[in-house]
């Protein structure tokens, strides 16, 4: 039986996790090395794929082994240029995890390196393959709310999520790009996928107004969970539970943002994230000219109404197991038929390219205060705003 062999570049929690996934899907697919500086991080890796498996001590030592054409990618978002890029140039195909990198120099570089490699890349918008957002995209296309006129969506996070967020690697710019990039790249990316466009104009607002250090009573204030572990520091999701005080640590990214876009197909957007949420939600609200679709991912709840004297809400039943309202199990199967059989990747590079750039605009709007033309992105992609974006 023909096997597949796969490297990761960064076996942290996300590529530990979707790798096993992949390996399940399809038994020929195994995990044939890793690197990684953490030494937990190796040391997970090698009580989920094996003792036999190859621990490598750099990037280039990886790339140089022998016995595998696909390469997953679950760095820090700051190394994902260098890691790629390297990849690509050993002829590897590419799984990258989200964000595609953290600067739009190095989005390019990436793509760059791609072109001329002639090989697959598929970036990890895992909310893609969800039963909950195929089946919204699929209600879409079939006309059953008309034509999209504008929509709503968001983000908002449980409060131990955020406090996680805040507080690991990610509380960084440096390391991650901002929380838009880092986090809510995936509903940039949902939204530019079922509008079926790309933002021509945004705007933004937001900041940093709770984990500040005069709200670091509310630790105490909350008490402690089952575990014993302290309120925003009790998120089951991460590799490592931070030692660091959300509160009071360092860190430059915003807890809350509004933005709004404006796209090329003339479609309004709006979008809202917090990291303290009381009511956590991944929900959507599309008005099209002839109904409107009201959806929560995190609830597992999609309405549809078509406008009309007699009509009813109706529900639409999805049927979804497991992390990201069934995205994660979904993704793995669709990547392990991009490895075994040269499937299209479900989300790729020209998806990974579109929502880092929404991100960026938006976040330079939020920061310069100013209303953001997209152009000068869809430019550099060769693509001429609107018409090729329609
Ligand atoms: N698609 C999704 O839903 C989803 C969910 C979570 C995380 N992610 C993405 O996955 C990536 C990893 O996130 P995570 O949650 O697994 O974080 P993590 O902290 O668990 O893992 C990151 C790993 O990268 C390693 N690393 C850092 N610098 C490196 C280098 N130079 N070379 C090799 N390895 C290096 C770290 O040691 C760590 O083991 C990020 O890009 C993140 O945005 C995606």
Redesign the pocket.
């Known amino acids: 039986m023909k096997s597949f062999g796969v490297g990761i570049?960064?076996?942290?929690?996300?590529?530990r996790w979707i790798a096993k996934l992949l390996m399940e899907a399809d038994k020929r697919i195994r995990v044939a090395a890793v690197?990684?500086?953490?030494a937990k991080?190796v040391e997970l890796a090698r009580e989920t794929f094996g003792r036999d498996l190859t621990v490598c001590g750099s990037?280039r030592e990886l790339l140089n082994s022998p016995g595998m054409d696909w390469v997953m990618i679950?760095?820090?978002?700051c190394?994902?240029r260098e890691?790629a890029v390297a990849a690509l140039r050993a002829g590897k195909h590419v799984f990258c995890?989200?964000?595609l990198a953290t600067t739009w120099r190095d989005c390019l570089a990436i793509r760059k390196a791609w072109q001329a490699s002639g090989r697959s890349f598929y970036i990890?918008?895992?909310l893609r393959s969800a039963p909950h957002y195929t089946t919204i995209k699929r209600l879409i296309d079939a006309g059953t709310i008309g034509k999209i006129v504008s929509m709503e969506f968001n983000e908002t996070l449980d409060f131990n999520h955020g406090g996680f967020i805040v507080s690991?690697?990610r509380r960084l710019t440096k390391n991650a790009g901002t929380h838009l990039l880092?986090k809510c790249c995936?509903d940039i990316d949902l939204a530019n996928w079922l509008v079926g466009s790309r933002a021509s104009r945004v705007a933004s607002f937001g900041g940093l107004n709770f984990f500040t250090p005069e709200n670091a009573a509310h630790v105490r204030r909350l008490g402690r969970d089952g575990k014993g572990r302290t309120a925003y520091s009790a998120f089951d999701g991460?590799?490592e539970v931070s030692r660091r005080n959300p509160f009071t640590c360092d860190k430059d990214i915003i807890d809350n943002q509004v933005a709004i876009l404006e796209y090329a197909n003339g479609v309004r957007a709006t979008f809202h994230t917090n990291l303290n949420a009381g009511i956590p939600e991944r929900r959507m609200y599309l008005c099209g000219s002839e109904g409107a679709i009201r959806a929560d991912c995190r609830a597992g709840r999609i309405e549809i109404r078509r406008i009309g004297f007699a009509e009813r809400v109706r529900a639409v039943r999805v049927v979804a197991e497991g992390a990201?309202a069934g995205g994660d199990n979904a993704l793995a199967r669709d990547l392990a038929a991009s490895i075994t059989r040269g499937k299209p990747a479900t989300a790729d590079m020209n998806d990974a390219l579109t929502s880092a750039a929404t991100c960026f605009g938006i976040d330079r709007a939020m920061t310069t205060g100013s209303v953001v033309e997209m152009s000068p992105y869809w430019r550099d992609l060769a693509l001429e705003t609107p018409a090729e974006a329609r």
């Open positions: 570049i960064g076996c942290g929690a996300r590529t690197c990684d500086p953490s991080s990037c679950g760095s820090w978002n190394c994902h890691h995890e989200k964000p990890g918008f895992t690991d690697w880092e995936h991460g590799q990201h």
